[in-house]
């Protein structure tokens, strides 16, 4: 939408990676290039694609202890 959300979400995904983070930026293009890669691109879909980027996270996040 032009608001600048993925510019912003590209540069500290940068910062963390320089500092020696692991982390991996998950925007619309990623979701659809990666983890739903030969899924149908409809709004029917939208639920499970919203999944698995909640999914995602929690599987790539810190644990609750180092939150």
């Known amino acids: ?3 600048g959300k ?3 979400a590209y540069a500290v995904e940068r910062k963390l990676f320089d500092m020696g ?3 991996y930026v998950l925007d619309g293009q990623n979701l659809r290039h ?3 890669k030969g899924l149908p ?3 029917a879909l939208s639920q499970a694609q919203q999944w698995y980027c909640s ?3 929690r599987l790539q996040g810190p644990a609750a ?3």
């Open 55 to 57: 999914e995602a996270h």
């Open 41 to 43: 691109q409809d709004r």
């Open 1 to 3: 939408s032009g608001a």
């Open 6 to 8: 993925s510019t912003l």
């Open 34 to 36: 990666d983890l739903n």
């Open 21 to 23: 983070r692991a982390v």
């Open 65 to 67: 202890r180092d939150r």
